[in-house]
Every structure is written in structure tokens, then in C-alpha cells.
T-cell receptor
């Protein structure tokens, strides 16, 4: 069984640039969720994708957007990067059962915005 | 709105001592609660979830709906338990499956 993978591991961007982060879900999972984890804090929910549609969104501006592909892999796109976007971005996959299902996390992508 | 509070950022105990990591939550519906753990240089992984009622690595957690708590306990701490622990809540039957995390507690077990 292949676990959740994310790429790249680290990324450095400057303010105003755009970034795309990638996630491959665990085999057999149909749902991908994205979280932002700032230094010293718990992860914060950005959004979730189920069967290629957005299935819930946290308190993040529209410049955070995503996609899910037919193979259930996913992308997180962030436009007009700000310094506060510097964080660890976590992807989690699960088998959506209507709520309460266990989410399995990837290793994360560390984004630094200068 | 969902909210999870972990009041201690750092908990330091000696090997063999009992451990209790506190977690309080706020949620109007029927919550599903989780404990996730992150060992040094490893990914976030599930430790246990309320609904399965399992004991993992000697840890247990009881949901107390009256006190809205889900404290994590272990009777005898081991050095390998040193890690970052996160309590998380998922609302059952929500559209989406959002996990709301607490700020985390770093557990240090001293020899």
C-alpha cells in the first residue's frame, strides 16, 4: 500500500509569485484535504476535494485554489504570495464516508516566501 | 463553530511517570475526536480515534461529553513517547470532512 506523497519537499518563492504544490493520495482513497501549518501551530484546514469537486472550505481567501484529478491526486495553487503564506502545507487523503473518516497525512511541503 | 484547545504547549515528565495530555473541544453536534502524533522528522500519524475505542502504544482517551474533553492518558511514559501530540475534531455528517486541530502539546519524557 502506497502512502500519501507530496512534492516538492521544500520551496522558496518571493512575494507576489504563484506556487503549485502536488499530492498523491493513498491507494484506495477518493478524497484529498489540504492544511496549512504555521510554525508552532496546529494544522488549519484549507479545503477538501472529493471526486474532483470542492467538498468543503476553511477560512482561506480565493487566491488559494485547488484541483483534484481523476486518479484522485491533487494540486494546491496559491496566487499572489504573501509573507504570511510561509508554512508547512500538508495533504491528507481518506475514503469519504460522510464525515468522521480517518485522514492519512503526507510529509508536507515547506514553503518559504521572501 | 468547531474549536479544539490544548492548554499545555509543553509537558515534561520522567520515564515511568503517568502522562495526561489535555484536550477540550467546542462543537454543537456529535463530534468524532482523534489524537494525532508527530515523532521527530516523521509525518503526522493517527494515534487513536474515539470511535474505535482502541488502546494504541498504551495510550487511551475517553470522550467526556459533559466536560467536552478528550484527554490522552498513559500510565507509564516511555522515552520513545517523546513527540508532538495534536487533538483533532471532525464533525460527523458534515458536508466535507474538515479536521479542526488544537495547537499541539510537546511531550518530553526524560530518562
Amino acid at each position: 500500500e502506497t502512502g500519501v506523497t507530496q512534492s516538492p519537499t521544500h520551496l522558496i518563492k518571493t512575494r507576489g509569485q504563484q506556487v503549485t504544490l502536488r499530492c498523491s493520495s493513498q491507494s484506495g482513497h477518493n478524497t484529498v484535504s489540504w492544511y496549512q501549518q504555521a510554525l508552532g501551530q496546529g494544522p488549519q484546514f484549507i479545503f477538501q476535494y472529493y471526486r474532483e469537486e470542492e467538498n468543503g472550505r476553511g477560512n482561506f481567501p480565493p487566491r488559494f485554489s485547488g484541483l483534484q484529478f481523476p486518479n484522485y491526486s491533487s494540486e494546491l495553487n496559491v496566487n499572489a504570495l504573501e509573507l504570511d503564506d510561509s508554512a508547512l502545507y500538508l495533504c491528507a487523503s481518506s475514503n469519504y464516508l460522510g464525515g468522521g473518516d480517518t485522514q492519512y497525512f503526507g510529509p508536507g511541503t515547506r514553503l518559504t516566501v521572501l | 463553530a468547531q474549536r479544539v484547545t490544548q492548554p499545555e504547549k509543553l509537558l515534561s515528565v520522567f520515564k515511568g511517570a503517568p502522562v495526561e495530555l489535555k484536550c477540550n473541544y467546542s462543537y454543537s453536534g456529535s463530534p468524532e475526536l482523534f489524537w494525532y502524533v508527530q515523532y521527530s522528522r516523521q509525518r503526522l500519524q493517527l494515534l487513536l480515534r474515539h470511535i474505535s475505542r482502541e488502546s494504541i502504544k498504551g495510550f487511551t482517551a475517553d470522550l467526556n461529553k459533559g466536560e467536552t474533553s478528550f484527554h490522552l492518558k498513559k500510565p507509564f511514559a516511555q522515552e520513545e513517547d517523546s513527540a508532538m501530540y495534536y487533538c483533532a475534531l471532525s464533525g460527523l455528517n458534515n458536508a466535507g470532512n474538515m479536521l479542526t486541530f488544537g495547537g499541539g502539546t510537546r511531550l518530553m519524557v526524560k530518562p
